[in-house]
């Protein structure tokens, strides 16, 4: 039997004690939504242990006396709630907020969750029955998009992977921390079941990075990641989105891309692009084909669900290999 105060006793019974899941809410300026958000805290099914780490972000409304309202409720239901903070005259941005929540919670597994946003009574359940089975993924849920506020991981994973970038406005902190999960070999498992309403409007904190800061991200990671790995490769969309994607390579980069593919008689009569921007002389001049006419791998820039099933048949009829013959960046 142990002595009383026994430094190991009182970690295994801390650790006994520990939430399994912390859900990790970081708060700015959130009144018009909060009382949703935190009652779809209080009405998820899971039946474990959970606490709700929330960290204010200079707050100049009513979120606070809203949260500390709701600490009342849900702690008299069973889930704790830890809330930190700071009052400076302005905020620190999402990534320091997440960062925070983070560090001040205990669980074993992480839930994202934005102010704004709605969790279906299902999520944690379901998102920590999959957890359980892929240690080193992020879980998302049904949709189109990776979207942040679906994710859920272990701390383990997200401290492996490391912490948000801490930037502030402006810096896309949940795009380059996914990046860094993927360079350490992550995954990512969807739930196929709707766990979330996500709101998108006028004061979103999404709308604070701009598109070409995105943008340039993904190219950049695609450079790193992908094209090295092939030879050559043909863009897939002679249009603006597939030049645009053309123009912002770096110049040995470009020099891989063989041809532009694409389904308009219009752009294959004329036979070719020409880079007009380019220092090269002659200027590079890139054949387009029509999508049958070219050769794999493709960089696809053309957006799914837009052509009424046409380019996901053109593209089914060849029977390429995802990730081996062609990725999609639309």
């Not at 960062?99 to 597994?109: D, H, M, R, T, V």
């Not at 009574?121 to 999959?130: D, F, I, K, S």
Request: hydrophobic share 40%; proline share 6%.
């Amino acid at each position: 039997m142990r002595p009383r105060g026994d430094p190991a006793a009182a970690a295994a019974a801390a650790a006994a004690a520990a939430p399994h899941v912390s859900i990790i809410l970081p708060v700015h300026n959130a009144e018009p939504w909060l009382n949703e958000c935190l009652e779809s805290v209080l009405q998820q099914d899971f039946e474990g242990s959970m606490e709700l780490s929330v960290f204010n972000d200079a707050s100049k409304d009513k979120s606070m006396t809203i949260i500390e309202k709701w600490k009342v409720k849900l702690e008299g239901s069973g889930i704790p709630v830890v809330i930190g903070g700071h009052a400076s005259p302005s905020p620190r941005g999402v990534g320091y907020s997440k960062n925070q929540a983070i560090a001040q919670s205990s669980g074993s597994y992480l839930c994202f969750l934005d102010s704004d946003d709605v969790m279906m009574p299902q999520r944690v359940r379901l998102q920590l029955e999959a957890a359980a089975q892929h240690p080193t993924s992020v879980f998302t849920s049904n949709g189109p998009t990776v979207i942040m506020p679906t994710w859920f991981c272990s701390r383990a994973w997200f401290s492996h992977v490391g912490p948000f970038d801490e930037g502030g406005q402006g810096v896309p902190e949940d795009l380059l921390f996914f990046y860094n999960h993927l360079r350490k070999g992550g995954g990512v498992v969807r739930v196929d079941q709707s766990l979330l309403l996500y709101r998108y409007h006028p004061d979103a904190a999404t709308h604070s990075v701009l598109e070409t800061t995105i943008w340039t991200h993904r190219v950049r990671f695609l450079e790193e990641r992908v094209l090295p790995h092939w030879a050559a490769f043909t863009i897939w969309n002679a249009g603006r989105q597939g030049r645009r994607l053309y123009r912002s390579l770096a110049a040995g980069t470009r020099r891989k891309v063989v041809a532009f593919c694409d389904v308009d008689e219009n752009k294959i009569r004329k036979g070719f692009y020409c880079h007009e921007d380019s220092q090269e002389r002659p200027k590079p001049r890139v054949p387009i084909l029509h999508f049958r006419a070219a050769r794999p791998p493709f960089v696809i820039c053309v957006k799914l669900d837009l052509t009424g099933g046409a380019f996901e048949n053109n593209l089914r009829s060849l029977h390429l290999q995802e990730g081996r013959d062609f990725l999609h960046f639309s």
